[in-house]
């Protein structure tokens, strides 16, 4: 059993080559915590990250996406969704003038992003946008997305790592953030618990190698998407051209697995030219349904565990 401890806040952290302090402030006072390790996934504005001081390099905001649900008093006045010259426009409004509306822009990016989005905030970006004032009565489920996109250099400082949007932060396009954010965890896992019980760090130094380019490629591409989104003739004729692209069975494949990550194949330090192609990589569907699946999982196997003409 692991204990959650709520309304622990961390204030500040200390580490040597054995151990990592962290200060916490409780309801009942600050007291200190210490461990061999300490792992950040405490987001994108992760405390960890920068009390630990990793580098956090990468791009600017180049957009900005405002959607919330809303109940709008001239429903009328909302022209269809769609590619404008300086953004989008994004809805689905019931006859009432409930339902979701959003925007996507390409400057007015504000400087002080800190505050909730505002119906006034909104309005305004829908008249920016599509030329048209509108009337929001109710705002529910606020939300600003920027697609800044910045990666830690590394993932482990000494004792110090971390996983998830506290190691990257990207667009929210694709849906990307959650898997890449799970499967930091589920590498990380297993090579936490062998370095603890073998009382060493070695497991770990493949953490970084192993997770930092999968996350390098979803910042490539959600920037590749941001571009794609960008309003005028030239972006345009690319998103025709990759929308036709996308007709094409083998890119529409090669699309699917980029946005999945079972693309991913890691650099096993025992890994050679000439192994099997499932070697590295996630294990596939096994079962009744997936039987070539299985051969090939079980060629993969004999190969990588040393069976007769294997290692």
Request: glycine share 10%.
């Given at each position: 059993m692991v204990p959650v401890l709520r309304e622990h806040e961390l204030t500040a952290l200390d580490q040597d080559p054995d151990s990592v302090t962290a200060t916490v402030h409780t309801p009942t006072g600050q007291c200190?915590?210490?461990?061999?390790?300490l792992v950040g996934c405490d987001g994108g504005r992760s405390l960890v990250r920068k009390l630990a001081g990793f580098e956090f390099p990468g791009t600017e905001p180049f957009m900005i996406m405002r959607a919330a649900q809303v109940q709008l008093a001239d429903a009328d006045?909302?022209?269809p969704p769609g590619q404008r010259d300086s953004g989008s426009l994004m809805h689905s409004l019931d006859g009432s003038g409930a339902g979701i509306l959003g925007t996507t822009e390409f400057s007015a990016i504000p400087e002080d992003r800190g505050g909730p989005l505002t119906a006034e905030e909104l309005a305004a970006s829908v008249r920016r946008v599509a030329g048209v004032d509108v009337t929001i009565n109710?705002?529910?489920?606020?939300?600003?997305?920027?697609?800044?996109a910045r990666q830690a250099r590394r993932y482990q400082l000494g004792r110090v790592l971390l996983a998830g949007d506290a190691a990257h932060v990207h667009s929210p396009n694709g849906g990307q953030g959650l898997n890449l954010g799970l499967m930091d965890a589920v590498n990380l896992g297993w090579k936490l618990?062998?370095?603890?019980?073998?009382?060493?760090?070695?497991?770990?130094c493949g953490y970084t190698a192993e997770r930092h380019p999968v996350a390098a490629a979803v910042l490539r591409n959600t920037r590749a998407q941001s571009a794609l989104l960008s309003p005028g003739p030239h972006h345009q004729a690319l998103r025709d051209i990759v929308g036709e692209l996308m007709d094409i069975p083998e890119v529409n494949a090669y699309f699917a697995e980029l946005l999945n990550g079972l693309r991913t194949r890691y650099p096993?330090?025992?890994?050679?030219p000439g192994d099997h192609d499932l070697v590295g990589r996630h294990c596939p569907a096994c079962g009744p349904d997936h039987r070539p699946d299985l051969e090939q999982l079980s060629s993969a196997l004999r190969t990588w565990f040393g069976a007769p003409?294997?290692?």
């Open positions: 200190r915590v210490t461990a061999g390790y006045a909302v022209p109710a705002l529910r489920e606020p939300r600003r997305v920027l697609d800044h618990a062998a370095s603890v019980r073998r009382a060493d760090d070695g497991p770990l096993l330090p025992y890994a050679k003409g294997g290692r």
